[in-house]
DNA sequence: CTGAAAGCGCTAACAT
DNA sequence: ATGTTAGCGCTTTCAG
């Protein structure tokens, strides 16, 4: 399966009897180019088996068609939406997202910022788990277009989109509030590496504050979070709850289904026994016998708009600095 | 954002007082340089911020760390699962996974392939779709470590990590059987496309067969699975049925659990009126109030054993050429 | 342990 | 429309 030495430019040139650099534009597709020696060019390329090195190409001032690509977590669906929507807009663009996954570690974080760029990527997107003073300094330096993803409630370096995530936590509080519900909990996962969970939580709280209204209970377990996580939580925090609730708000639909699927096994009704609100509005949770109240975010719209960035800066066009996408109340059948 | 042009290697050499390959030799971390000398080019690095060139540095024939991931969607969490497994693997090593998604087409695959290795990757991983003669041809010429992921059920080029689909839907049949069920039906997405949902089919029908049975109603849909389509596909499956099922076995557990939603919201009895099977042993469906009866396949394994693969071979280690990661029966309460 | 020379394979910038 | 000349920034020889 070896083909040892791989063929150059310079053999194509010789063999089709042309200039190096002739190949290189005709292979480029430059317009500077005669159909007749692109021709030539072609078939010479393709007999050799030839395949460009973009390693020498983008060394010689070419540009790189990678983007780095830093995610603080995976098996969250949350974040393979967003890459899914980065990957389909680069690649018509004929670029690729060079991956990384902080694990929601600031030092993990910090060591892939400073990796990928030694690729010199033609750009930057990153979802900041919390970006350390170095990391900040790696990307302010980079000098390539970089966006931000995820929230807005912080200032980007450079572009930014996403939503409020503490919007997104107090539209649902007003929300709950105007159903009728008072008597909130909140059940969440682990809250202290993920901050855009906090960020809801807070704005959650902050619009209960206004009403004169507080959780009446709340338990947060240091776990990563999932379905199973969310029924387990939801057994736990009912069974140490001083007062049955009205609703239970949970960190994101993961959470909340499992929450849902508690109830049903225990026989629980939904939402007249006990209401339940999510977040992100998954699929799964709109194909639920009762579908979930939520707040969807445009997960996908955000990797797409991110590979917009990059690429619109790339051609030079104008770009905005920020793009708050919003987010979408669902009302749902749970609450 | 700084458009200065970056430090190179030279000039970390002249403020340290040593010569570029002294500092290249430094940075790299190799055992042959002092540590006095060490601790002068790590200070001088610092101080000028340098950051590595690695494109120069795979030019000159130092190896890349990028490895080429292809893989057919990303909307499927299967994937996402998949590709979670590599990317940990290769950060470990500092490896980083360049992705391409083929949306589950031969051309698009091709195209990324040959794209991807203009890139000079250290290797290849990739959940073919459905390789073109070029394709294949093209990898038999990369000569780098190649890994063919997801179903053992054709001989790879190199190595191959993943289960026999077909075991699974044979596997699933006996099961089954075993549990007295007789009228049978089958319900799935894209199989057109998706070959090794079609494989496990195959797979399911042939052992059917064997013992004299054979699907008493089956549909196809031509869309990507989901939740949502197992739902509604239920609901048309069963309309159409001409005799009732005792069963149904669905493409995956996307689809399933969309099934036991339909039946959930209809009032019919899982598995009582209607038994319900999977495929992939998601969590969803196990946090399920009766958790689904399905064949767990190791998708985040096989991810880490496909960038084992890839590290072993760039170490020089020996290399299984197959790995077979098997799948486990879970029996579950829905069948 | 350290260094000098010689490219890696390509493309920008000028030529013509 | 095509060619010539210089590198890009690093690492591989081979020397000491």
Redesign the interface.
């Known amino acids: 399966?070896?083909?040892?030495k791989?063929p150059t430019l310079s053999e194509v040139a010789k063999l089709a009897g042309v200039s190096e650099i002739t190949v290189s534009r005709a292979l480029r597709g430059s317009a500077s180019v005669s159909g007749k020696t692109l021709l030539k060019v072609e078939k010479a390329a393709t007999s050799l088996?030839y395949?460009?090195?973009?390693?020498?190409g983008?060394?010689a001032g070419g540009a790189?068609n990678?983007v780095a690509v830093i995610l603080p977590s995976?098996?969250n669906?949350v974040f393979?939406?967003v890459?899914?929507g980065l990957?389909?807009r680069l690649?018509q663009a004929?670029f690729?997202?060079?991956?990384?996954?902080s694990n929601y570690d600031p030092q993990q974080e910090e060591q892939?910022i400073?990796?990928?760029?030694?690729?010199?990527p033609a750009g930057l997107v990153i979802a900041p788990s919390d970006l350390t003073k170095a990391s900040h300094?790696l990307l302010?330096?980079?000098?390539?277009p970089?966006v931000e993803i995820m929230d807005t409630d912080t200032t980007p370096i450079?572009m930014g989109v996403g939503m409020s995530q503490r919007g997104a936590g107090s539209r649902m509080a007003h929300h709950l509030i105007a159903r009728g519900y008072r008597r909130m909990a909140y059940l969440g996962h682990d809250i202290v590496r993920d901050r855009r969970a906090a960020a809801r939580r807070d704005g959650f709280c902050a619009t209960l504050g206004k009403a004169g209204l507080a959780l009446c209970a709340s338990l947060t377990l240091p776990a990563q979070s999932?379905?199973?996580l969310g029924?387990q939580g939801l057994a736990q925090l009912l069974s140490e709850a001083s007062e049955w609730p009205d609703v239970v708000y949970f960190s994101n639909d993961d959470m909340a289904?499992?929450g849902v699927?508690h109830c049903?096994?225990q026989g629980i009704a939904v939402p007249d026994s006990l209401a339940i609100a999510g977040f992100n509005g998954l699929?799964?949770g709109?194909?639920?016998?009762v579908p979930l109240a939520t707040i969807a975010s445009h997960r996908t719209a955000i990797g797409k708009t991110a590979a917009d960035c990059i690429l619109d800066r790339l051609s030079g066009r104008h770009t905005e600095t920020l793009a708050d996408l919003g987010f979408t109340l669902i009302a749902g059948g749970t609450a």
């Not at 395949?51 to 020498?56: D, V």
């Not at 400073?114 to 010199?120: A, E, H, I, V």
Request: charged share 20%.
């Open positions: 399966m070896q083909r040892d791989k088996g395949l460009r090195n973009r390693l020498a983008a060394l790189s990678q995976l098996s669906s393979a939406d890459l899914n990957e389909v690649e004929g690729h997202p060079v991956l990384g996954v892939l400073r990796n990928l760029l030694t690729w010199r300094a302010e330096g980079a000098g390539l970089l450079d999932s379905v199973a029924r289904v499992g699927f049903m096994s699929e799964i709109q194909s639920l016998p």
